[in-house]
């Protein structure tokens, strides 16, 4: 009814399109205005920052949560710093807006042109990752979308004090506040009735682990992008380099094994495992690894080991964990990818063309990758900015989501007085 009283989620969520109306036509210099002054304010009020992600931190520890996850919760002052950089990395970066892409004149000669518009309001969930509070609104703010997010109640003081400094930020630049907010409450229901905010959100995009992905796409009425989920493979042929397969997979899985690019499964070919696997146990010890694997990599490793179940083969860990198979040959190894890859990032170590090319025509994923980590699956290292998200679907996004995959078209027609017979 028009006259019902709004919850408290439906008025902001209302300021928040209300906002957006100004944000989606306004122009370029003064969306970059906007996020140069946010990363001004970040650094200039980071003793803020730190002293309200110092309680997050407290209160997870408190409550038990993983190492890997209060690392992701974590900000230091390098880390702000980085989140400024990538702020200014962002106003850099072509403004897709207003970009004409296809134009035509029709045979009754109208003229047809398309061009690039903002989507108008997007809908963020995510979990404890601060940083994507800022990364996702920067992006937002310069494709001309207004935004409003929702983290995890284990980053709420993190989240709100950044999206205090963001807020400022629009205010100094002329910009309403409200393009950018923040939903406080972080009950289940809250977060359930903002799945369904038909008529303010245009899009919703959850980026955390599986069961958030799956409740919004269960519950949401709001059209939604899934993206995040990583449980990503690397296969080493048996023409691989051993020293290269080494690196490649200890980076892979230790430089930050809380990400959605880093690996989980590494599948082996069974003629190099021998070789492979004592040289790659000695690298991961030195980050205390666990492994859970099948027989033959318990056999050839001379060690105990968990054995790999069907749940280790489905499972992002997010942690210092890695499941090992030992294959037969690439074939193998593509039916195991087929069937438990979350189309993030697959790759293949291999000194053969032929292989690699076989491999990256039959594996279904966002990235495929030869002789190189899983780690680069991101929209700063592809050259996009900070990214949203990566998309593990095929529609209307897939991959990294930079500012071109945060808009939508309009064609606009110009014509002389043609009418329609």
């Known amino acids: 009814m028009a006259n019902a009283k709004l919850s408290p989620l439906e008025t902001l969520a209302a300021s928040v399109k209300n906002s957006a109306k100004t944000l989606n036509i306004a122009p370029s210099a003064k969306r970059n205005e906007a996020i140069s002054r946010i990363a001004k304010n970040l650094l200039a009020r980071q003793a803020e920052i730190l002293a309200a992600n110092a ?28 989140i400024s950089a990538a702020c200014k990395q962002v106003i850099s970066l072509p403004d897709p807006l207003g970009k004409a892409d296809f134009g035509t004149t029709l045979p009754n ?25 800022v990364d996702a609104a920067v992006l937002c703010l310069k494709s001309g979308n207004a935004c409003l997010l929702k983290g995890g109640k284990e980053a709420l003081h993190s989240n709100m004090i950044l999206r205090d400094i963001m807020q400022q930020s629009l205010e100094e630049a002329g910009l309403p506040t409200h393009c950018i907010a923040l939903v ?27 069961g958030l992905i799956r409740a919004v796409v269960a519950n949401a009425t709001v059209p939604v992008i899934e993206t995040g989920v990583g449980n990503c493979h690397i296969y080493v042929d048996e023409t691989a380099d051993l020293a ?39 690298q991961l010890d030195k980050h205390q690894v666990t492994w859970r694997g099948c027989p033959k990599t318990e056999e050839i ?17 997010n942690d210092y964990i890695i499941c090992c198979k030992i294959v037969q040959d690439m074939t193998e190894a593509l039916a195991h990818i087929d069937r438990y890859s979350t189309r993030h990032s697959e790759a293949i170590i291999t000194n053969d063309y032929e292989r690699s090319q076989e491999f990256t025509r039959k594996v279904d994923a966002a990235a495929v990758y030869v002789n190189a980590s ?6 700063g290292e592809f050259g996009f900015g900070a990214e ?34």
């Open 55 to 82: 309680k997050d931190i407290a209160a997870a520890k408190e409550n038990g949560i993983a190492a890997a996850m209060i690392d992701r919760l974590s900000l230091t002052e390098d880390r702000i710093k980085a």
């Open 109 to 133: 000669g109208l003229e047809m042109v398309r061009v690039k518009v903002p989507l108008g309001v997007i809908g963020i969930i995510y979990e404890a990752r601060p940083n994507v509070t």
């Open 184 to 210: 406080e409450d972080t009950a289940r229901e809250t977060t359930t009735q903002m799945m369904r905010l038909n008529g303010y959100l245009d899009v919703l995009i959850p980026r955390g682990g599986a």
């Open 244 to 282: 290269m397969a080494v690196n490649i997979i200890d980076n892979a899985k230790t430089s930050r094994p809380s990400v959605c690019n880093a690996v989980e499964t590494i599948l082996i070919h069974e003629a190099i495992a021998p070789q492979l696997l004592p040289l790659l146990k000695e």
């Open 301 to 317: 490793l001379g060690m105990a080991i968990q054995p790999a179940t069907e749940e280790d083969y489905t499972t992002e860990y």
């Open 374 to 379: 899983t780690r680069f699956t991101d929209g």
């Open 388 to 421: 949203i998200g990566i998309s593990t679907q095929k529609l209307h996004a897939r991959g990294p989501m930079g500012l071109d995959q945060l808009t939508s078209w309009k064609y606009i027609l110009r014509g002389n007085g043609q009418i329609r017979k």
